[in-house]
């Protein structure tokens, strides 16, 4: 269950953070469901010696996979799930299993829109190395303090 | 051997797919991804977030994204071997609607919207393909595009 304090549109202030959470670590046998799910059984995400081959490290995890961790660590801590509106990313690096994966974002402007108040915010993911995996943009609503 | 110009592709129409949002992904994917909201379980755990049925989580839609535009295309209609060449994820954009609801069927239509090279250590082709996805009314849920790295 996610701890982090919820905030309300009224309280928050562009260029402040977003509370960050880190995931993991990654876990391989959770590539098998996923290849599942999106139907591609690409052995660069499951067989590790064909990935090695290919000159990766370990089995390269699946990139809706790293987003899943990108969109819970906002959803998760939104009042509500779906009060995301719309994300556009980039994805920079790959995932190998055991990583862990911080999340965290920067409001960069408060506004309304057709009335419903809107946050943007820039967002990041990085392994613990630093590298940045994701990166890119998201819009959500909170609600307002009655 | 040349790789053909892709930039022909842009305007080109891809295959329509149909998706149900089901029972055997959602089972699959939760407890892997630990989405673990009570609106994503049941029409009561959802009423009570303020939805009207069960959603699925957010974070399971690009996960619909990937699976029905490589549903929509075959790797020979962008000029691209998938067993010898390589591919990655460019990037993406998605915009939600209204939430996504455990069951409905979604359509989607997709299209190439634009195709440039570009020169790194190696050179690639960037083929972005933009895509909407309708609920059974027709109504649209949520739109977007990806981009997809295609190694010459």
Known sequence: MDTRAKMYFDEVQEGMALPSATYGPMDRHKYIAIAIILRDMNPLHLDRVYARERGMPDAVQQGPLNETYLYRFLTDWLHRPWDIRKTKLRFSANVFPDDLLTCGGTVTRKYRENGEPRVDCQIWQQNQKGEKIIFGEATFTLPERK | ?152
């Open chain 2, 1 to 152: 051997m040349t790789t053909p110009d892709r930039k022909t592709l842009i305007g080109k129409v891809l295959r329509e797919v149909k998706y149900v949002l089901n029972e055997d992904d959602l089972r699959t994917y939760l407890p892997v991804c630990e989405e673990d909201h009570p609106a994503f379980f049941s029409d009561g755990g959802a009423q009570a977030t303020g939805y009207e049925r069960r959603v699925i989580p957010p974070s399971f839609a690009p996960h619909i994204a990937v699976l029905v535009l490589l549903r929509a295309f075959d790797w020979e209609d962008f000029f691209f071997d998938y067993k010898t060449g390589t591919a990655m994820f460019g990037e993406q954009e998605l915009a939600y609607l209204r939430p996504l609801y455990a069951g409905e069927t979604l359509t989607i239509q997709s299209s190439v919207a634009d195709v440039y090279e570009k020169q790194g250590k190696r050179a690639f082709d960037v083929v972005t393909v933009k895509f909407s996805a309708a609920d059974q009314q027709g109504a649209p849920v949520f739109h977007g595009s990806q981009a997809y790295i295609l190694f010459k």
